[in-house]
């Protein structure tokens, strides 16, 4: 059930939506967010996290749920409301963190958390246990909505550790690199510029351009030992 | 496996799904013949993914801060700590308003929200200044750039990733864009004439152009000229005329910074000639000066 009062662009239809995502449409990324925001915030810190860990959790999943989108990992269906997946995909990747810092012993893990009459805990079993799984969320009005998931999603691309590593350590190893080398391979990894442009930007010919993105490359993989 | 120029091309020509579909499996046998090259390349989408997503959480996190200072995001009081589960769920203090309400209500309020993004953008700059303790605040609107401050030096245990004999702007030119350059330039709202019915989504385009523009000075502050002039590039191609006439001139700039003189003179010639270009004045002068050289 769509929040009353939350849309900022109204999406006609889903596949709409999806096709505004794939082409990074500044309008379906802000609507992207805001409907987000509103359901996954209100559960982790009505869980315990604070604003600013739902905050980055929420802003980290959604870079690699729009990544996915981009990538083609993750296909449109119609019987899926987008919206709806992502959700799947924030409650998941909050337990595993809340799981993590219990192992580190950050948190006390309640006794009234591991109840099984607790719903978050119920549902986070069949998560990971079964599929198709059922979570209830609840927006400020009071409205529910129930979300079952089918059985194609791979909740398992998903892992705690991988999200730790695309937002920690390869950003840290990133920035260990020379200035030169984080512009090559920004332009080669992200933004996709063809070696001639490459070579055009540096002023150098293509065969010095291969070289060195092929060398940059080369040293941000020597970089994860140190980051 | 040895990998080579070669074979990362070809891993990246695959993974951008290039290649006759012969030749993809071809590569995919390779694959599944390689352990090393398999390994090669899942880390190559590995890392390619990983960067792309760090891309995307900052946009995210700008536009967080769009919303915010829009007033769009809800808050909520926290009704739960670490320590204890709640029974019922967090309320909301505040609820976002209806945006076309939110638009349609009060063109002030857009107002405010141009001055706080535009205020933003700025802020934005002071961490960036902040880390460079060499660097002071401006006290005039055309200071030099930091890298101009000094002659650049390789970072230390910098491997062997010079690149080749990059043009370096002559001390005479580097007065010039000295002179010239000024971190923050005066950006008006389009809206601020409006008075209802503006439309979220051409703010949120005057806003990323905005953004691109303080990007593209941030970079060029810090002697990235090809960077800047990829972001400068971008805003003249704005929907904006006033944001448009700011990115022409800067790219103007950020071409005199890479030494590029032909490229300026043709930039600042289209300019002086635009009647009523805000920086026509500006690239007269300008022009005048390097056609002197």
Redesign the interface.
């Known amino acids: 059930m769509p929040l009353p009062n939350s849309n900022q662009h109204n999406y006609p239809n889903e596949a709409q939506f999806y096709e505004d995502l794939q082409a990074e449409r500044p309008e379906a990324f802000n609507h992207l967010y805001l409907q987000t925001y509103q359901k996954c915030l209100p559960f982790a810190l009505s869980k315990g996290s604070s604003q600013d860990e739902a905050k980055d959790l929420l802003q980290e999943c959604l870079a690699i749920f729009v990544e996915k989108i981009r990538n083609g990992t993750y296909a449109f269906r119609a019987d899926t409301k987008i919206t709806t997946y992502f959700y799947s995909i924030y409650i998941n990747q909050w337990k595993k963190a809340f799981e993590h810092k219990t192992k580190r012993a950050e948190v006390r893990l309640q006794t009234q958390y591991e109840s099984p009459q607790d719903d978050a805990e119920e549902t986070f079993k069949e998560s990971i246990s079964s599929t198709p799984f059922r979570v209830t969320l609840q927006d400020e009005d009071g409205h529910q909505e129930d979300i079952s998931l089918p059985d194609m999603i791979d909740l398992a691309d998903y892992d705690d550790s991988e999200r730790s590593w695309i937002f920690r350590k390869l950003q840290r190893a990133m920035k260990l690199l020379s200035e030169d080398c984080q512009e090559v391979l920004t332009w080669f990894y992200i933004e996709d510029w063809s070696l001639k442009n490459i070579a055009q930007a540096l002023n150098i010919t293509e065969e010095s351009a291969t070289v060195k993105r092929f060398r940059c490359a080369k040293y941000l993989k020597e970089k994860f030992r140190l980051a | 496996m040895e990998?080579?120029?070669k074979t990362?091309?070809q891993i990246h020509a695959y993974l951008?799904g290039e290649g006759t579909e012969e030749e993809r499996m071809e590569f995919e046998q390779r694959i599944i013949q390689d352990p090393q090259l398999a390994e090669e390349v899942t880390?190559?989408q590995r890392?390619?993914?990983?960067?792309?997503?760090?891309?995307?959480?900052q946009?995210?996190?700008e536009?967080?801060a769009?919303?915010e200072s829009e007033g769009?995001?809800?808050t909520?009081e926290?009704?739960?700590?670490?320590?204890?589960?709640?029974e019922v769920?967090?309320?909301?203090l505040s609820?976002?308003?209806?945006?076309w309400r939110y638009w349609a209500a009060a063109a002030s309020v857009i107002i405010v929200a141009g001055v706080g993004w535009y205020i933003y953008t700025l802020q934005d700059t002071t961490p960036h200044l902040a880390s460079h303790p060499d660097t002071t605040a401006p006290s005039d609107t055309t200071t030099i750039p930091r890298a101009n401050q000094e002659t650049p030096e390789?970072?230390s245990p910098?491997?062997?990733?010079?690149?080749?004999?990059?043009?370096t702007i002559t001390p005479d030119y580097k007065a010039l864009f000295a002179q010239n350059f000024s971190r923050t330039p005066s950006i008006g709202s389009p809206f601020s004439t409006e008075k209802l019915g503006v439309n979220?989504?051409m703010v949120?385009?005057w806003q990323?152009d905005t953004a691109a523009l303080h990007e593209g000075i941030r970079l060029l502050d810090a002697g990235?000229g090809?960077?800047a002039l990829?972001e400068f590039q971008k805003v003249e191609k704005s929907r904006f005329e006033e944001l448009r006439q700011h990115g022409e001139w800067y790219v103007a700039l950020a071409l005199l910074w890479q030494s590029e003189y032909g490229q300026t003179r043709e930039r600042l010639r289209t300019i002086s000639t635009s009647e009523q270009h805000f920086y026509q004045t500006k690239a007269k002068n300008l022009l005048a000066k390097i056609d002197k050289k």
């Open positions: 990998l080579n120029e990362f091309e951008r880390a190559q890392i390619k993914s990983g960067l792309k997503a760090n891309k995307h959480k946009r995210f996190a536009i967080h769009q919303l769009a995001l809800p909520w926290v009704v739960a700590s670490p320590t204890e589960v709640p769920p967090v309320k909301p609820q976002p308003r209806p945006l390789p970072a910098k491997p062997s990733s010079t690149p080749a004999t990059p043009k979220p989504t949120a385009r990323a990235r090809r960077s990829v």
